[in-house]
């Protein structure tokens, strides 16, 4: 099975700040990494697929990349609406897992 | 827009069947074009997907619970169902319910999640 290591597991940050989130998987999955985003209390919600590529509606400050098994999920300008916790989840083959999480808090 | 409504007993005794219900809107689980799929979250927790199904009635699961699993599909009400067997206390979490994109298999709508505890 494919493991995915997310770093860090929580981070501190203000409004206004830029953050960048990794997920490093077990070996090469070419770019079949998504991200959520789940607020407290809720369900998670899809915010890029396909490592880079932004969910409709999405807001732009939001964006994603992939450099060998290295995944990157990188939020500009941080609005109060994006302190949450934040998981990658890999899609290259079955089963498909996720990342422990990342805690992004003031 | 679509919507998935998950629903059944918060609670369960150890060794027992845990039985949940999603109920689909403003989609159809017959059409081909999605999986739908379960995934759980104990408190605290990362996220642990629990298997799948297809409209066509094919099924995947997680080795790490396919022995106890069950997903099945009710095309005449739109819904489909989780089964897990033998539950103990590790078993206890918030369990969602979620359409899954057949291609690059990302999950692009949630329920709001049920939290099902295992305890006598």
């Known amino acids: 099975d494919i493991q995915l290591t997310q770093s860090p597991s929580s981070l501190s940050a203000a409004v206004g700040d830029s953050v960048t989130i990794t997920c490093r998987a077990s070996?090469?999955?070419?770019?079949?990494v998504n991200w959520y985003q789940q607020r407290p209390g809720k369900a998670p919600e899809l915010l890029i697929y396909?490592?880079?590529n932004l969910k409709s509606g999405v807001p732009s400050r939001f964006s994603g990349s992939v450099s060998g098994p290295n995944f990157t999920l990188s939020i500009s300008s941080l609005q109060p609406e994006d302190f949450a916790i934040y998981h990658c989840?890999?899609?290259?083959?079955?089963?498909?897992?996720f990342g422990g999480g990342t805690k992004v808090e003031f | 827009q679509v919507q998935l409504q998950e629903s059944g007993p918060g609670l369960v005794k150890p060794s027992q069947t845990l039985s949940l219900t999603c109920s689909v809107s403003?989609?159809?689980?017959?059409?081909?074009?999605?999986?739908w799929s379960w995934v759980r979250q104990p408190a605290g927790k990362g996220l642990e997907w629990i298997g799948r199904?297809?409209?066509?009635?094919?099924?995947s699961y997680n080795p790490s619970l396919k022995s106890r699993v069950t997903v099945s599909l009710d095309t005449s009400t739109n819904q489909f169902s989780l089964r897990l067997s033998s539950v103990t206390a590790a078993d206890t979490a918030v369990y969602y319910c979620?359409?899954?994109?057949?291609?690059?298999?990302?999950?692009?709508?949630w329920g709001q999640g049920t939290l099902v505890a295992v305890s006598s």
């Open positions: 979620a359409r899954e994109w057949g291609v690059r298999r990302y999950f692009d709508s």
């Open positions: 403003g989609d159809s689980v017959s059409i081909g074009r999605y999986y």
């Open positions: 199904i297809y409209s066509g009635g094919s099924t």
């Open positions: 070996q090469i999955i070419s770019s079949f």
């Open positions: 396909a490592a880079s």
């Open positions: 989840q890999q899609s290259y083959s079955s089963p498909v897992s």
